[in-house]
């Protein structure tokens, strides 16, 4: 078999996977914009309401050895390492923000992939319907303001 018929038979085989992989990742991209574009607003925005207790007025969050000291008798360890990070990264507020805004991009992706996973086991839609229901699944967790 020549290697042009080799290769035509596994574009035919796989063509359906790239298309559905192509778009699985052009709906995560938009998605994950949306996310940016919807909260950038607030990377120029101050320290709110708790934030002073738990951030700005916390020495266990300036810097590592104080978070370790910390650990424990401290809870919400993990939240208080990003505190952490964030705070000795020296980025200031923007880094906070900008900070949160990746996470809650890449929660979004996350809650994309599940989405899909989970309209895929629903056979009887056609797969335009559980893109579709995924999509606006993963667009109402992105963009809602709770």
């Not at 993990?78 to 906070?96: D, E, P, Q, R, V």
């Not at 996350?110 to 895929?120: H, K, M, Q, S, T």
Request: aromatic letters at 14%; one cysteine or more.
């Amino acid at each position: 078999m020549p290697l042009a018929d080799v290769r035509a038979a596994v574009r035919a085989a796989f063509a359906g996977w790239c298309d559905r992989v192509s778009l699985d990742r052009a709906g995560g991209a938009a998605l994950a914009a949306a996310a940016i574009a919807v909260h950038a607003n607030g990377l120029g925005g101050v320290f709110q309401f708790d934030d002073y207790l738990v951030i700005v007025h916390e020495p266990a969050v300036h810097s590592w050895a104080g978070w370790f000291q910390d650990l424990a008798g401290g809870i919400r360890p993990l939240l208080k390492a990003s505190y952490t990070l964030n705070w000795t990264s020296g980025l200031g507020l923007f880094g906070f923000h900008a900070f949160n805004i990746a996470v809650h991009a890449l929660n979004t992706l996350l809650v994309w992939v599940l989405g899909r996973r989970i309209f895929a086991a629903l056979t009887d839609w056609d797969e335009s319907s559980r893109y579709t229901a995924a999509f606006l699944a993963t667009a109402l967790f992105t963009l809602h303001p709770v």
